[in-house]
């Protein structure tokens, strides 16, 4: 009906199917993100760091280059499991920048302009809301984490001789595990944080401090009471360690003498852990109306 | 005001009521608000009256299944509010009282992009969402971000909204809330045009009579969580067609008499006042007939119209009635 036709008319077309309306919020959320030219540098600077990475890997496997360099110690340029292990943290780091920005802006905006019931009065769950968003910093740090880590990977792979592949592939198990794990609990982190605190530049700070107050408190402990359990506030650290730990690294590269005194299960229960205290609060927070006790 | 006609209803919502109440409970931390409803709406725009705290959003949340009931249940055509909400949800188009929109994005994509959840493709969520813009009047604005556009504008986007993806059920609450008279005309008017122009049942909220009595056709009056009547608008109106309030002069028993002959029933004041109510088959030309008949002066005539606010009013100063009721 042309739109100029002032009646109402019922609707009686196609529908989409059910189970793909999450991604509706996902593409809505790109591209309104899109539109930010802060987050486009920041993604941006994202994907600077890889460019160097690959940058040495090519240096690395080109003797050529390395001549003109000048470059004599062939050790100077390795590409092994601790170099994809630099690789990652790095490209964590600047996943945690991105999730920072992101992730308020995802559910701070809809909570503040009270539209969760507009959602919720349709065929769509608190879940698929939740997965909606999820899906958008998952796929947006995944770009920026084990995508182009894989990718890098498959370089050094395709430079690289002696069938080096075959003797790393099960460096891409680590990679994509690792990579999930962080990306999971940072996304559920940022939205239970925006949602709680529903104001966009204030969540972001909270993100931020969020990750680095409990740290400094856990070495507050350690210093007092002489332990190292108190790491264990320490979700950085603690990645790390699983990190190192998938990439079957054991010297202390990664961070302080003592890294590996936290046990590896300990770890992961506390980024599981965080994962499920966020999911109790999005499941507290997100709600078409709010009850008040009393 | 215009009565408004028989509703027509298709063969799924003729099996069943609109709302279907039964002893419907619900708690909100812990402290109970609605307290046993229970009670069938047959009529396709039914009405939610109650002064504030009665209880009249808490029952639309719940019939949306944003609150669990604590005991009893609540069906919206034949559909429970709580087990069969997704698919109660895919029929409903439902327009908040509070601000609730998205304020960055343009009006038109706003509604396109609540289209789209409802489960529209995106080219015909685009294409509803312009018209269903142009329709409630904001054809000018729609791309403009939501959060610049006054409180009426935001009413009207709200409504947008909820009648984009062409649902069966809308829930309206508080749809006036804060628009100037000739706004709300307008939308009362839109409303009303919506209702005729579908199938589609309605269920307003307001604590505004006038509201009510224009768009809907049975009326809920809730009062401390509880119902205080349940009335039939379109028979209301029927019957005070049929009541008549006469002050006469030299009216005698014969008058009456007369008059009860024809199937009336008469009550007889003082100074000459008499209620007449007349059954379907009396016109009131045979009334005067009979006057003249007699030589009886009638002075002064009036249809009584029991309106909606004596209706609420009554509703409001009843206690402790047997059904549970207030």
Not at chain 2, 230 to 253: D, M, P, S, W, Y
Request: charged letters at 20%.
């Amino acid at each position: 009906m042309a739109v100029y036709k002032r009646r109402y008319n019922p609707y009686s077309g196609s529908q989409s199917p059910e189970w793909s309306r999450f991604f509706v919020l996902t593409r809505y959320a790109f591209a309104d993100l899109f539109k930010s030219r802060f987050f486009v540098i920041l993604l941006i600077l994202s994907f600077v760091p890889i460019l160097f990475f690959a940058g040495y890997i090519f240096i690395a496997n080109n003797k050529t280059v390395q001549l003109l360099l000048q470059m004599r110690s062939a050790d100077l340029f390795t590409v092994e499991t601790q170099y994809f292990i630099i690789i990652m943290i790095v490209q964590t780091q600047a996943a945690f920048l991105l999730n920072c920005w992101v992730g308020p802006v995802l559910i701070a905006g809809d909570l503040t302009n009270g539209a969760l019931p507009l959602f919720l009065s349709r065929p769509f769950t608190r879940a698929d809301y939740v997965l909606g968003k999820l899906a958008v910093l998952g796929l947006l740090l995944s770009a920026v984490t084990w995508i182009p880590c894989l990718l890098l990977f498959s370089l050094q792979s395709g430079l690289a001789k002696d069938g080096w592949i075959w003797a790393h592939l099960w460096m891409v198990v680590p990679i994509v595990l690792c990579s999930a794990i962080w990306i999971l609990m940072l996304s559920l982190i940022s939205m239970a944080v925006s949602a709680w605190v529903k104001l966009r530049i204030v969540a972001t700070g909270v993100i931020f401090i969020s990750f680095f107050i409990p740290a400094g408190i856990g070495e507050m402990f350690n210093s007092i009471m002489g332990t190292y359990w108190g790491r264990l506030l320490n979700f950085s650290y603690m990645f790390r360690l699983i990190l190192a730990k998938g990439f079957r690294e054991r010297s202390g590269l990664l961070g302080p003498s003592g890294w590996n005194e936290i046990p590896l299960p300990a770890a992961w229960g506390v980024l599981i852990f965080a994962c499920l205290l966020s999911l109790v609060i999005l499941n507290m927070r997100l709600r078409a109306r709010e009850s008040v006790r009393g | 005001m215009e009565l408004h006609s028989e509703p027509i209803r298709n063969d799924w919502q003729m099996m069943n009521p609109t709302i279907e109440l039964k002893e419907l409970e619900v708690q909100l931390g812990g402290r109970p608000i609605l307290r046993g409803l229970t009670g069938v709406l047959k009529s396709r725009a039914i009405g939610l009256l109650g002064p504030n705290g009665a209880g009249k959003s808490t029952l639309i949340n719940t019939l949306l299944g944003f609150h669990p009931p604590f005991k009893g249940s609540a069906r919206v055509l034949g559909l429970d509010s709580h087990t069969d909400s997704k698919a109660l949800r895919s029929l409903v188009g439902y327009m908040p009282e509070n601000d609730a929109f998205i304020s960055k994005m343009s009006g038109v994509r706003f509604v396109r992009y609540m289209a789209e959840i409802s489960g529209l493709p995106p080219n015909q969520a685009m294409e509803r969402a312009h018209e269903a813009f142009v329709y409630v009047g904001l054809g000018e604005a729609r791309y403009r971000p939501v959060g610049t556009y006054s409180l009426g504008m935001k009413q009207l986007a709200k409504l947008a909204q909820a009648i984009a993806h062409g649902p069966k059920v809308l829930i309206l609450d508080e749809p006036t809330n804060g628009m100037d008279p000739p706004a709300r005309k307008r939308l009362i008017e839109l409303i009303c045009e919506i209702r005729e122009a579908s199938d589609i049942c309605l269920l307003l909220s307001s604590h505004l009579l006038r509201d009510v009595e224009e768009t809907c056709d049975e009326v809920l009056i809730l009062r401390n969580g509880q119902i205080a009547s349940i009335c039939n608008l379109v028979e209301e109106r029927r019957a005070n067609r049929k009541f008549l309030e006469l002050e006469t002069i030299g009216a005698e028993a014969t008058f009456t008499s007369t008059l009860e002959g024809l199937g009336c029933e008469c009550a007889v004041f003082t100074n000459g006042r008499i209620k007449v109510v007349m059954p379907d088959s009396v016109e009131i030309r045979e009334v005067f007939k009979v006057a003249a008949d007699k030589g009886v002066q009638i002075r002064r005539m009036n249809h009584r119209r029991d309106s909606l606010e004596d209706i609420f009013l009554n509703a409001m100063e009843q206690t402790g009635a047997p059904d549970g009721r207030i």
